[in-house]
T-cell receptor
C-alpha cells in the first residue's frame, strides 16, 4: 500500500536561513512525488514534482526537493527562507500502477520568523 | 484564464439535510477529484472521476455521492448531512487519465458546517 509521512507538524526557521521540510514515502514500483503549498483560506498550489532523472528538482518560488531512493525521502528545501514562505506544505506520492491515486501527507506548517 | 471554481465558499446546514457543493473547471481536464481537509488528517480523497459518466469511490466516500454529466462539472452531494462532515472541501482537476505525473489544480475550497 502507498503511504507518505511528514514527520514534523511544524517547522520554525529564521528569515534568511535555509529551510528543510521532510517527507518520506512508501510505494510499489517507481514513485511520482509532489510538493504543494497552501496559504491561508486558499486551495493547494503545485510547487514541484519528481518523475525521473535528476534527483534534485527545482520548482516555484526558489524551492527545490531532493529525491533519495535509498532513504525513500523527498525533502523540500530552500537556501534562504522568506517570511512570505510561511504556509502549510503537503508532500504527495503516487505509485506507477495505473489505478494508483495520489496520497497526501498530513502537512507541515512552516513558520518563518522575521 | 482557465480556472477551477467552487461554490458556495461557505455553507452552514443542519443535520439530515441534503447539500450539494459545486465544482467547475474550464481547463477541459478529464480528471476531477473531491477531497476533504481536516486537522490531523491532511487531505483525504472522497470521490473522483476520470471522464464523463465515470465516477469512483475514494478513501472516505460514505455519505457522499458525485455525478459527472459533462467535462466541466463534478458536484458533490451529501445525501443526509452529519456533524462528522463538517470540514473544508476541495475540488481538484488534472489533465490526462492514466498519466500519473500530472499535477492537480485545486479550487479555493468550501467550508461546510453541519449543525
Amino acid at each position: 500500500a502507498q503511504s507518505v509521512a511528514q514527520p514534523e507538524d511544524q517547522v520554525n526557521v529564521a528569515e534568511g536561513n535555509p529551510l528543510t521540510v521532510k517527507c518520506t514515502y512508501s510505494v510499489s514500483g517507481n514513485p511520482y512525488l509532489f510538493w504543494y503549498v497552501q496559504y491561508p483560506n486558499r486551495g493547494l498550489q503545485f510547487l514541484l514534482k519528481y518523475i525521473t532523472g535528476d534527483n534534485l528538482v527545482k520548482g516555484s518560488y526558489g524551492f527545490e526537493a531532493e529525491f533519495n531512493k535509498s532513504q525513500t525521502s523527498f525533502h523540500l528545501k530552500k537556501p534562504s527562507a522568506l517570511v512570505s514562505d510561511s504556509a502549510l506544505y503537503f508532500c504527495a506520492v503516487r505509485g506507477s500502477v495505473r489505478d494508483d491515486k495520489i496520497i497526501f501527507g498530513k502537512g507541515t506548517r512552516l513558520h518563518i520568523l522575521p | 484564464d482557465a480556472e477551477i471554481t467552487q461554490s458556495p465558499r461557505h455553507k452552514i446546514t443542519e443535520t439530515g439535510r441534503q447539500v450539494t457543493l459545486a465544482c467547475h473547471q474550464t481547463w477541459n481536464h478529464n480528471n476531477m477529484f473531491w477531497y476533504r481537509q481536516d486537522l490531523g488528517h491532511g487531505l483525504r480523497l472522497i470521490h473522483y472521476s476520470y471522464g464523463v459518466q465515470d465516477t469512483n469511490k475514494g478513501e472516505v466516500s460514505d455519505g457522499y455521492s458525485v455525478s459527472r454529466s459533462n467535462t466541466e462539472d463534478l458536484p458533490l452531494t451529501l445525501e443526509s448531512a452529519a456533524s462528522s462532515q463538517t470540514s473544508v472541501y476541495f475540488c481538484a482537476s488534472s489533465r490526462l487519465t492514466g498519466d500519473p505525473y500530472n499535477e492537480q489544480f485545486f479550487g479555493p475550497g468550501t467550508r461546510l458546517t453541519v449543525l
